[in-house]
């Protein structure tokens, strides 16, 4: 086939404007052209009243041949790349050890699915809950400040993802199209078939649910097992290589490969690997707040009078800020339609995030405004940064009242530096509830100075953005992982043998797709491993 990129239409075009474009396009006859696929739509709204979507195409005609001939230099014009996924390895037929595959979350999910898929057998290990029983655990803590440490935003069957916008999309490089197998797998697994050429993808927390127990289902009848309730509390190590692990209570499973899928909040785990001389680095992560307006404030802003537009649905953004002194501040995680989510896995602490639905039909549009930092502003060893992110949701909790309220303030105050008494027309959309208060005291000065530095740029590109009446809530601080567990390039620990850390708890992930195509790696790796050592 032939696939066309850059092909533009006006956002209320007709459904034969796209055959008409191809055909002009291409300078063919209608008799000529056989078929044409969607595999991307997007958008340009700079100039929000006239918006344009924007198709990449795959088209059959009958002289392709000819065709690509005629547009050989035409930038715009190429074959259709082959996108199928390809398995690298099969499990031998006599298979003397199953992989473990610890973490159920996207990375954990994809690694065990394709593991499972070439025949391996996975044991797949996760501490927390079943997606279902895990729902009603985090439900629990918003609505009646109940934490199961074990059971909530961070841990259980889907792990944080399942607690978000289930967006679906990376800017990770992809050259090898794992993305269309993650999306794929989705789709199989009863995701709108939508995510396959939307530009900005997403399914949202409740289809989540019912798509990750398919996922499992299949696993399982591929000959995976997966274990829940089944915290790995240490790890063996002979000769400088993995033999096993131990589970809390007290079981021991033998395995010479072992992928670490463990999520960016596995902190006790970080501990223990550290602990066991697994080599591991501090590195950069961000924290800030979750800043909420109404919807149509964003939708308006970024779409003018095509506001409501089915096709656009509930507007995002994506904003970044350098800073005087050098510090960036950026949008993270934006959740239109959504609401702001307590997202603690420890006690008497207060962690912000942001989920939607499918529909991201809620009156407000949230998302972390964020500023990096790096080792250099928690010096301390590896995992000083877990430190330093304890320090400041152990503060906000104090700041919330010690009841799990979250600390918040209007905009117009936090920019003003001085305490909130009333809430204005943004309504709080976090639960358990919110605390006015003054945030100058929940981060460091340096990132309450950038911040207040970066909202009014902000506001120079979406009108609105500084508004008084915007909501602060805080603290987000699990935006990825403070650490980083080394691997090489055949994907294993560089101290230690068969250990094959991956996704966003291991540093090399940030969101879903990005960890679920590392679980992809990860368990091509493993298999290749598994296969050569016979």
Known sequence: MIRLTNIQLPLGHDESAIRSAVLAFLSINDHELISYHIHRRGYDARKKTNIILIY???????????????????????????????????????????????GFGPCGLLAGLVLAQMGYKPIILDRGKEVRE??????????????????????????????????????????????????????EAGAPEEILFVSKPHIGTFRLVSMVEKMRARIIELGGEIRFSARVDDIQIEDGKISGVAL?????????????????????????????????????????????????????????????????GAADYKLVHHCKGGRSVYSFCMC???????????????????????????????????????????????????????????????????????????????????????????????????KLTDLSHALPDFCIDAIREAIPAFNRKIKGFALDDALLTGVETRTSAPICIKRGPDFQSI?????????????????IMSAAIDGIKVAEAMALSINAQR
């Open 56 to 102: 990449t195409l795959d088209v059959e005609t009958t002289k392709n041949e000819s065709l690509l001939e005629k547009f050989a230099d035409h930038q715009l014009v190429k074959p259709t790349p082959d996108m199928s996924y390809k398995f690298v390895a099969q499990a031998p037929k006599q298979l003397e050890e199953r992989p473990i595959v610890i």
């Open 134 to 187: 895990r729902t009603k655990d985090t439900f629990g803590f918003w609505r009646k400040k109940i934490l199961n440490t074990e059971s909530n935003v961070q841990f259980g069957e889907g792990g944080a993802g399942t607690f978000s916008d289930g967006k679906l999309y990376s800017q990770v490089k992809d050259p090898n199209h794992y993305s269309r197998k993650v999306l794929h797998e989705f789709v």
């Open 248 to 312: 809390a209570n007290g079981e021991v499973i033998k395995s010479s490969h072992v992928a670490l899928a463990i999520g960016h909040s596995a902190r006790d785990t970080f501990e223990m690997l550290h602990a066991k001389d697994v080599y591991i680095e501090a590195k950069p992560f961000s924290v800030g707040f979750r800043i909420e307006h109404q919807q149509s404030l964003i939708d308006e802003a970024r779409f003018g009078p095509n506001a409501g537009n089915e096709i656009l």
């Open 336 to 434: 239109p339609g959504g609401t702001v989510v307590a997202a603690t896995s420890e006690e008497n602490r207060v962690v912000t995030n942001g989920m939607s639905q499918y529909s991201r039909a809620e009156r407000n549009a949230n998302s972390a405004i964020v500023v990096g930092i790096d080792p250099t502003d928690y010096p301390g060893g590896p995992l000083a940064g877990i430190e330093f992110q304890r320090q400041l949701e152990s503060n906000a909790y104090r700041l919330g009242g010690e009841n799990y309220d979250a600390p918040a303030q209007k905009v117009g105050d936090f920019l003003k530096g001085v305490s909130s008494e009333a809430l204005g027309t943004v309504e709080p959309s976090f639960k358990p509830g919110i």
């Open 495 to 511: 101290s230690t043998k068969g250990l094959f850390p991956a996704g966003e708890g291991a540093g090399y992930a940030g969101g």
